[in-house]
């Protein structure tokens, strides 16, 4: 199981974002994906899921509304698409895969998301 993360960057207070994650190694539909994010000296945190099926998401309190996370199986791919972004959002993002039947997981390496004016 592999994954990898693009799309982080610095960007003003109010901006936008969108994180994608590629998998590979693993059959897509068989793995729930979230993404957690790392702030600076604090430990990590959930930001947004979805089920294997794509028909179910959730969110914390801090980013609902302003995060959507999506997945294309065809593609292999998940989003998180950021709005609104506050400088409390800065932090490394990561994706994440887990199987529903076995528990097998997978962690990406982490894409830096900075929001700064």
């Known amino acids: 199981v592999q994954l990898v993360e693009s799309g982080g960057g610095l960007v003003q207070p109010g901006g936008s974002l969108r994180l994608s994650c590629v998998g590979s190694?693993?059959?897509?539909?068989?793995?729930?994906m979230r993404w957690y994010r790392q702030p600076p000296g604090k430990g990590r945190e959930l930001v947004a899921g979805?089920?294997?099926?794509?028909?179910?998401?959730n969110y914390p309190d801090s980013v609902k509304g302003r995060f959507t996370i999506s997945r294309d199986t065809a593609k292999n791919t998940v989003n998180l698409q950021m709005n609104s972004l506050k400088p409390e959002d800065t932090a490394v993002y990561y994706c994440?895969?887990?199987?529903?039947?076995?528990?097998?997981?997978?962690w990406g390496q982490g894409t830096q998301v900075t929001v700064s004016s």
């Open positions: 979805i089920s294997n099926t794509g028909d179910i998401t």
């Open positions: 190694g693993f059959t897509f539909s068989d793995y729930v």
């Open positions: 994440f895969a887990i199987n529903i039947r076995t528990g097998r997981s997978a």
